[in-house]
């Protein structure tokens, strides 16, 4: 062969993980990506491909088969999964993340099929810097589970990797983070699930789950590891059975947050500022009963003291609004067992020695103007508990959090029909627009994802050293004044989830701006701009899978990556296409 001819292209199998395959692709890109012929010979359009997308994902009969269906069309084209999720975010969220993603996490070592994440054992302690250099992309942010509490699920073992995947599924729908950037990581650190040990499907070590000190050994490599491989990677821990050590260690010293702990917190603490305001009371009148006193709902309460504080009100006048029951009652220093070290900021002494079993009588003591359920436990928030919320107040909160929809405190039919629709309503899981008094009522959902894909964004655009507390709280008031005219007008206290998109670029704004306000942003050259630069700016970097012409560049990128051994004729080749492609506008 003339040395001036382009050596053969390698062989390769006939895969579909690659999107070179996606029937959007005109001849000419075809050719080059070498699937001509390949494929059915039609140029489809998106509205054309998300047509067919919605009548299979229609033909499954379950929600399982749902998920899987969108999981097989992520792996294989990724830009028009995300595209569909986009324009149907509503809809499909719901059957990537929870509630459906708790029945995947279930059900994973059954219904694995490939690869989506990197799983790192407990026998490869002394190794993880080496095993990271698997994952084979340049690594932004990652979102990290040892599966310990997964949900209202308990310990699921390494089947919790159904969480990061789902999670970062919505960074990049939501807040635009580029999809070769995320990392879904499960610790697999052996599980007391006996079940699972015992079941010869399961994929993860067959050991109990090591004890507190074993994990922060593992926990400090593996820190050490993840931002010597990616130096600035922001790290989202997820779903641990005690987030507050871990926070605690690390979160002065590397660019992570606990999402189950702050990302929470600050969702609620956004509707919750705008639940406030319509509930005509003022802000040094409220009184709040929290149903489930474990790391979620201490970790919304501490938020809502720091709202309190912002509002003229002491610490200590902000810590007395909150009466907590956990499964032994309201939460005493006095009760006579050893209180969880979380739970001791809001133990209450001014209880005269009574101790308080019933949710009912605590209320009759309390007289609330706030319920916030965190309990898991479903119904708990029943006729006569909302009745008697109802005779307290004109407008009471009642905010049932826990996810999934079967261990929701209440409904919001439920809350509807027994305060006389007069309820200022917000849920952990989606519940449906109902019909009451001629009006339609549409519940609040105080997801998370509409703040941690906006805090993820935030630190990653502003490079944060660290993620404070105050771009916590700023993600959450910035949520807070995210909603349009209409919904305000509407009464909703959370803007419609199809905003999601904007709703991000308002939050990663705030973000942004705390962290230059606490110096810890490293782009300090975002300081110079405007409110209205920076959301341009955010905007100009977020992924966009409608983008034809960037979906085209990483098809392109694909040749490249598969001509190794190419001679530089060929390279100009390929080269020059490119700017053809570009100069094309496709």
């Keep these: 062969m003339s040395s001036t001819q382009p050596k053969q292209l390698p062989s390769r199998h006939l895969t579909t993980t690659s999107g070179d395959f996606c029937t959007s692709n005109p001849p000419e890109i075809r050719k080059q990506l070498r699937t001509y012929g390949l494929i059915p010979p039609v140029v489809e359009s998106y509205e054309v491909q998300a047509q067919r997308?919605?009548?299979?994902?229609?033909?499954?009969?379950?929600?399982?088969?749902?998920?899987?269906?969108?999981?097989?069309?992520?792996?294989?084209?990724?830009?028009?999964?995300?595209?569909?999720?986009?324009?149907?975010?509503?809809?499909?969220?719901?059957?990537?993340?929870?509630?459906?993603?708790?029945?995947?996490?279930?059900?994973?070592?059954?219904?694995?099929?490939?690869?989506?994440?990197?799983?790192?054992?407990?026998?490869?302690?002394?190794?993880?810097?080496?095993?990271?250099?698997?994952?084979?992309?340049?690594?932004?942010?990652?979102?990290?589970?040892?599966?310990?509490?997964?949900?209202?699920?308990?310990?699921?073992?390494?089947?919790?990797?159904?969480?990061?995947?789902?999670?970062?599924?919505?960074?990049?729908?939501?807040?635009?983070?580029?999809?070769?950037?995320?990392?879904p990581l499960t610790l697999d650190l052996g599980t007391n699930n006996k079940a699972f040990r015992e079941d010869p499907l399961y994929m993860g070590s067959r050991m109990p789950k090591v004890?507190?000190?074993?994990?922060?050994?593992?926990?400090?490599?593996?820190?050490?590891?993840?931002?010597?491989?990616?130096?600035?990677?922001?790290?989202?821990?997820?779903?641990?059975?005690?987030?507050?050590?871990?926070?605690?260690?690390?979160?002065?010293?590397?660019?992570?947050?606990?999402?189950?702990?702050?990302?929470?917190?600050?969702?609620?603490?956004?509707?919750?500022?705008?639940?406030?305001?319509?509930?005509?009371?003022?802000?040094?009148?409220?009184?709040?009963?929290?149903?489930?006193?474990?790391?979620?709902g201490v970790g919304v309460a501490r938020q809502i003291v720091e709202f309190f504080m912002k509002e003229g009100l002491t610490e200590e006048e902000a810590r007395r609004k909150f009466w907590f029951v956990d499964s032994n009652g309201l939460v005493t220093l006095d009760r006579?067992?050893?209180?969880?070290?979380?739970?001791?900021?809001?133990?209450?002494?001014?209880?005269?020695?009574?101790?308080?079993?019933?949710?009912?009588?605590?209320?009759?003591?309390?007289?609330?103007?706030?319920?916030?359920?965190?309990?898991?436990?479903?119904?708990?928030?029943?006729?006569?508990?909302?009745?008697?919320?109802?005779?307290?107040?004109?407008?009471?909160?009642?905010?049932?959090?826990?996810?999934?929809?079967?261990?929701?405190?209440?409904?919001?039919?439920?809350?509807?029909?027994?305060?006389?629709?007069?309820?200022?309503?917000?849920?952990?899981?989606?519940?449906p627009s109902l019909e009451f008094a001629g009006k339609t009522l549409t519940p609040g959902q105080g997801n998370n994802m509409y703040v941690f894909p906006g805090i993820g964004q935030g630190a990653i655009l502003s490079k944060a050293s660290i993620i404070t507390q105050d771009m916590i709280y700023a993600s959450a008031e910035s949520l807070s004044t995210s909603l349009n005219k209409q919904e305000v007008a509407d009464g909703w206290l959370y803007p419609d989830i199809r905003r999601i998109r904007e709703v991000s670029i308002i939050v990663a704004r705030g973000v942004i701006r705390a962290a230059q306000k606490n110096g810890v942003d490293r782009a300090t050259e975002l300081r110079d701009l405007s409110d209205e630069q920076l959301d341009a700016y955010i905007k100009e970097h977020m992924y966009n899978p409608f983008n034809k012409r960037e979906n085209i560049g990483d098809n392109v990128a694909q040749l490249l990556s598969t001509t190794n051994g190419m001679n530089g004729h060929t390279n100009g080749y390929v080269n020059g296409f490119v700017k053809n492609l570009e100069s094309a506008h496709l």
């Design 211 to 296: 004890t507190a000190e074993q994990e922060r050994e593992f926990l400090d490599e593996l820190m050490e590891a993840l931002t010597d491989r990616w130096p600035g990677i922001v790290i989202q821990y997820e779903d641990f059975k005690n987030p507050f050590p871990a926070l605690e260690r690390y979160q002065n010293k590397y660019t992570m947050f606990n999402d189950d702990v702050q990302g929470t917190g600050a969702v609620i603490v956004g509707g919750f500022i705008n639940a406030v305001k319509a509930s005509g009371v003022p802000v040094k009148d409220h009184r709040a009963v929290f149903l489930g006193a474990g790391s979620a």
């Design 336 to 431: 006579g067992d050893k209180l969880a070290e979380h739970k001791v900021y809001f133990a209450r002494d001014d209880n005269n020695g009574r101790q308080y079993q019933s949710l009912g009588r605590l209320i009759d003591f309390v007289q609330p103007t706030i319920l916030m359920g965190l309990s898991t436990i479903g119904g708990a928030f029943n006729r006569d508990i909302l009745q008697k919320m109802a005779a307290l107040n004109q407008r009471p909160i009642i905010f049932p959090l826990s996810n999934p929809s079967s261990k929701s405190e209440c409904t919001f039919e439920e809350a509807v029909r027994y305060t006389d629709g007069r309820a200022l309503f917000a849920s952990g899981s989606p519940f």
């Design 53 to 183: 997308c919605l009548k299979l994902l229609a033909m499954k009969t379950t929600p399982i088969e749902k998920y899987q269906y969108l999981t097989h069309l992520r792996a294989t084209n990724v830009h028009l999964f995300y595209r569909l999720l986009s324009e149907n975010v509503k809809e499909l969220t719901p059957l990537i993340y929870t509630p459906t993603v708790g029945e995947a996490c279930q059900r994973w070592s059954e219904i694995y099929t490939q690869p989506e994440g990197l799983y790192l054992s407990w026998h490869d302690r002394g190794n993880l810097r080496n095993i990271l250099n698997n994952w084979p992309h340049d690594v932004e942010i990652t979102v990290v589970t040892d599966g310990s509490r997964i949900l209202g699920l308990g310990d699921l073992g390494i089947n919790g990797m159904g969480i990061p995947v789902g999670k970062l599924a919505l960074y990049i729908a939501c807040a635009g983070i580029r999809p070769d950037a995320t990392l």
